[in-house]
């Protein structure tokens, strides 16, 4: 049976920085709220918006906060994004490897599809999974769970990110959890939610699935 890798898609695949914290300020200016701290915008790449619009608008206001925010994501925020150094030859050695691999993101799915085509990383991905717009599958515990049901029979499976949230999800649904410090968590963040490996380069994440994949057998 092959062996299963998942990856987080903002701080992990991509730099979102820029478009996610404009369209998080465009939604706050909009509803005339204060804007958060550049550290509060820094935390808000990883958690679904579902979690981190309340403690800046508040609950009554999260979902209009939503619908401001995607309303310059769909039209130039997804845009103001890259992907990391070297990102495209890791995933291609990751599948040339025999891994499959897929995407595992609380962005919403048809966003997440949209920036996988757009940087040319579709090739390398068996499939895409993310939430819906209402908000089903953003915690990542969930969302993993749906996945593995839908692609059931791995020998092994492995979840890549950036934020705590990866990692709890991962060890949530019996997957090996990796860390990636080059994206927006500590590693004081990584190594408390448990990563049993954290990668600082995109060009080491091979190694480190091989190595967490050797020991778990």
């Known amino acids: 049976m092959p062996s ?3 990856f987080d898609l903002d701080g992990t695949l991509t730099d979102s ?4 914290s404009k369209c998080i300020l465009y939604a706050v200016d909009k509803l005339g709220v204060p804007r958060p701290s550049d550290e509060y915008l820094e935390f808000c790449i990883g958690p679904p918006l579902y979690d981190t619009f309340p403690k800046m608008v508040g609950e009554e206001l999260t979902l209009k906060a939503i619908n401001l925010y995607r309303e310059r994501f769909n039209e130039i925020g997804w845009l103001e994004n890259k992907p990391y150094d070297g990102i495209h030859e890791a ?3 990751i599948a040339d490897a025999g891994y499959t691999l897929f995407v595992a993101t609380s962005k919403p799915r048809i966003m997440a599809q949209r920036i996988i085509d757009h940087f040319e990383m579709r090739p390398y991905f068996e ?4 939430s819906e717009f209402d908000g089903t599958h953003a915690n990542k515990i969930t969302l993993l769970r749906y996945a593995i049901e839908e692609i059931p029979g791995a020998f092994d499976r492995v979840m890549i990110g ?3 949230y990866d990692l709890i999800g991962a060890i949530a649904n019996n997957m090996q959890p990796i860390g990636v410090s080059y994206g927006y968590g500590s590693i004081e963040e990584l190594t408390g939610a448990g990563a049993v490996s954290i990668v600082d380069n995109p060009a080491c994440l ?6 967490v994949f050797s020991i778990s057998h």
């Open 162 to 164: 950036d934020r705590k």
């Open 206 to 211: 091979k190694e480190a699935i091989e190595n």
């Open 127 to 130: 499939r895409v999974f993310g």
């Open 91 to 93: 995933l291609a050695s």
């Open 17 to 20: 920085f820029e478009g996610i």
């Open 4 to 6: 299963h890798v998942y």
